[in-house]
């Protein structure tokens, strides 16, 4: 093998690799005509986090930021691709990969996450920094545009008759391998043209994020807050079982394996961002979803509250070791989970649901008591067992897929699923409106309202208004990244609306 000859092939492909992705990436941005680093740089996290957000914080600067970032992108990508000031492209694109790099070191997590390349200080932004700064010190530069047109000045101004020698000849044979980025860029900029749509642009893209299809612009205004304990909590909470993988989708049994296909880990991180950023500042999740809710803190510098529901430990029958663990994962607020408390009262433990909102108080937290049957929450607050907020499914049952009213049951939201239409099937959560009503207007705690559209089978304007009327003080919802800045506004318009509602705010 001729490893002179192999040697510059070897630089060129690997130049036009890097720089292809350097094109690839600001040509999408290019293309989303509306991109934006803001909401990347407003949730920088690592030592120069600060210098990201003071960005991030000034239209002004982001004015320079934004087509900085695209038209740069690009200016390097051609560069490296064709071959012309190929020194200086990668000088550049070094600077801008560390500035990348430094906005979400690799210090622990990423927001891609390891099965994107991204492992423990070493993740493909840094090796293909240090790629690009070989290319600066290496004397070879491979084939490209530049050394072409600077042999073809050379012939014109050399001495005609040398032009029929047989080393001349050769060495123009070997001038037009130089043009060889030419053709290679037009096949892969055709392929891309036709490929991509500007509707089609990712979410996430490399070193950037593009929050996608909601624009924050459309936002009417800011959502309302209220209080619990020492907590501003948004009216409108996002949920945590679109996050979490859960669907209660009756018997379209595809529906949670769908779910977690969309909701990778860098798109959930999307969704939070894009939640904190139009107002919504808390989210109630399931205990299992801790672990991601702490790297999504940890990583992209979130605040958002997070508001954990607990239970016991079925193997060891310990009744108060996961709000322990909740607490070591950094959560806001504590609940007692609702199904749990379901249980409970109707095995008549009434001294363990105490002893957990008990523990909860004792540690400096905020205590809240979920529900899906009213009954429970009656039952616990005959007993004297009242919490710092509760937590109740609240929803009307006009509309398809309920089941009729004299076949419900008490408690039967956690049992088991019927095949028969007329029998719960995982259809109706608040099967006691009339009872519900009643205990929400008489509770002098905040009551928190979830399953409001009844797993999807309620418009959002008209589950959010009921909830609300009849006394809610915030909303728990289930939102998809699309949905968030609509659900905001319909929170809006019906907060603005609200004329008929009787009980007084509690938060």
């Keep these: 093998m001729n490893t002179a000859k192999c040697k510059p092939l070897a630089v060129t492909l690997l130049r036009m690799a890097i720089g292809w992705h350097f094109l690839y990436e600001g040509y999408t941005k290019w293309l989303a005509g509306d991109w934006t680093a803001a909401g990347y740089l407003a949730h920088a996290t690592g030592p120069f986090a600060g210098f990201y957000h003071w960005l991030a914080g000034s239209e002004a600067l982001m004015a320079i930021v934004n087509p900085a970032n695209v038209y740069g992108l690009i200016a390097i990508g051609l560069a490296l691709f064709l071959g012309v000031a190929t020194r200086l492209a990668s000088v550049f694109g070094v600077l801008l990969l560390t500035l990348y790099y430094f906005a979400y070191p690799p210090f622990g997590g990423t927001v891609m996450g390891a099965t994107d390349g991204n492992l423990f200080i070493v993740n493909k932004v840094f090796i293909e920094a240090l790629t690009l700064l070989a290319l600066v010190l290496i004397k070879e530069e491979g084939y490209g545009l530049q050394e072409f047109l ?301 399953k409001v559209l009844a797993a999807g089978a309620i418009a959002p304007e008209d589950g959010f208004k009921w909830a609300f009327k009849h006394g809610a003080d915030f909303i728990c919802v289930g939102m998809f990244d699309f949905q968030i800045v609509n659900d905001v506004n319909i929170t809006l318009d019906v907060l603005q609306r609200l004329k008929d509602r009787k009980r007084e705010w509690y938060a």
Aim: neutral net charge; glycine residues 8%.
């Design 150 to 450: 600077l042999s073809f000045f050379k012939r014109t101004t050399s001495d005609p008759l040398e032009s029929i020698a047989p080393a001349t000849v050769s060495s123009r044979r070997e001038s037009l391998k130089n043009l060889v980025t030419l053709p290679a860029l037009g096949v892969m900029g055709w392929g891309a043209f036709h490929q991509r749509k500007p509707e089609d642009v990712d979410a996430m893209s490399g070193a950037t994020i593009k929050i996608g299809a909601a624009d924050l612009s459309e936002l009417k205004g800011e959502l309302d807050q209220g209080k619990l304990g020492d907590h501003r909590i948004s009216r409108l909470v996002l949920g945590g079982n679109l996050i979490g993988g859960w669907a209660h989708s009756r018997d379209l049994r595809y529906v949670p394996s769908l779910f977690r296909a969309y909701n990778t880990e860098a798109k959930i991180f999307e969704t939070l961002m894009l939640a904190e950023q139009a107002g919504v500042n808390a989210i109630n999740i399931g205990f299992p979803s801790n672990a991601l809710m702490q790297k999504y803190k940890q990583v992209t510098g979130g605040k958002i509250k997070v508001i954990c529901q607990v239970a016991p430990d079925k193997k060891t029958d310990d009744y108060l070791v996961n709000i322990n663990k909740a607490i070591d994962f950094g959560v806001d607020i504590i609940q007692v989970q609702g199904n749990w408390c379901d249980w409970l009262v109707r095995d008549k433990k009434y001294d363990k649901i105490a002893l957990m909102l008990d523990t909860i108080r004792e540690q400096g937290y905020v205590a809240g008591l979920g529900a899906h049957t009213v009954d429970s929450l009656i039952e616990c607050r005959e007993q004297g067992i009242i919490p710092d907020y509760y937590m109740k499914t609240m929803h009307h049952d006009n509309y398809w897929s309920a089941h009729p009213r004299e076949n419900r049951k008490p408690f039967e939201v956690d049992g088991a699923r019927s095949s028969d239409h007329n029998q719960f099937h995982d259809n109706c959560f608040c099967p006691f409106q009339e009872k519900t009503i009643a205990f929400v207007e008489q509770a002098e705690v905040p009551v928190m309202g979830f």
